[in-house]
Nanobody, 115 residues
Framework: QVQLVESGGGLVQAGGSLRLSCAASGSTFGIDAMAWHRQAQGKERALVASISSIDFTDYDDAVKGRFTISRDNAKTTVYLQMDSLKPEDTAVYYC?????????WGQGIRVTVSS
């Protein structure tokens, strides 16, 4: 089992920045890709950014050029640097990791961007 704990969310004004972190613990050996998703009120959860085992990154078009996903060398912590935030980025953000064919989710952390 892998446990994930997110941190770094909160309230920020439009144009501001936040950095989300997600720390994995438990059976972390073999963690492959890592990702961030978000779910806005009344909408389905959607992929925001992902980073593969060889550090290939991919982004949703809505965040390209503003968000940056990265992770530490141990591949147990994944980050999401969010710049130039917009009110439409308001959502609960979830990290996810893939390990040996299974996907694990964090509990989610709220990000609110005020206009």
């Amino acid at each position: 089992q892998v446990q994930l704990v997110e941190s770094g969310g909160g309230l920020v004004q439009a144009g501001g920045s936040l950095r989300l972190s997600c720390a994995a613990s438990g059976s972390t050996f073999g963690i492959d890709a890592m990702a961030w998703h978000r779910q806005a009120q009344g909408k389905e959860r959607a992929l925001v950014a992902s980073i593969s085992s060889i550090d290939f990154t991919d982004y949703d078009d809505a965040v390209k050029g503003r968000f940056t996903i990265s992770r530490d060398n141990a591949k147990t912590t994944v980050y999401l640097q969010m710049d130039s935030l917009k009110p439409e980025d308001t959502a609960v953000y979830y990290c996810a990791v893939y390990r040996m064919g299974q996907k694990y989710w964090g509990q989610g952390i709220r990000v609110t961007v005020s206009s």
